[in-house]
């Protein structure tokens, strides 16, 4: 499985660059070497790399109830792409952080997890498996809950823990 990870913050020094990391970690576990590519450092992925993939997996903050606009820009201009480079994407995964509760980001509509499975997954292919991968209310969790789900995207993505997909 040809796996492309794109991972979107500005700060190199993010969570959501330690999820990234842990994620190419566990994927590296599981003998897959993906193509990374730091939207927040100007690194975008061409056509070919995204034609040639089979799984996605967006590494993200989730601000505001939805995707950061870095990554939102992408996208748009990824769907627009008349090659339709994500046909061939069979599994699409969304890694993300919350600063609200489940139960908040429910009652908001969850937007960015809806757009990820009905408009992004929409230029996936037909039969492509969608997994939304968050921790709610990181800015309230203790560190020892925050190293955790960092260990438990690595083991999710080494093959190791499938109870993480859409907690």
Known sequence: MRTVVVQAHPLAASYSAALADHVVRGLGEAGIEPAVFRLGEGERPDTDTLRAATRLV???PTWWGGQ?????DWLHEVMNDQRRPLAGVRRLTSV??????QLVNRM???WGRRY????VAAACAPDVVV???PLYKIDRQPQHVITA???SVQQRFAGQDQALTNR
């Open 116 to 119: 990820a499975e009905r408009q």
């Open 131 to 133: 997994e939304w991968l």
């Open 58 to 60: 967006l590494v993200h």
């Open 108 to 110: 908001q509509g969850e």
């Open 149 to 151: 789900h960092l260990r």
């Open 96 to 101: 993300t952080s919350c600063g609200s509760s």
């Open 68 to 72: 950061p606009a870095m990554l939102l």
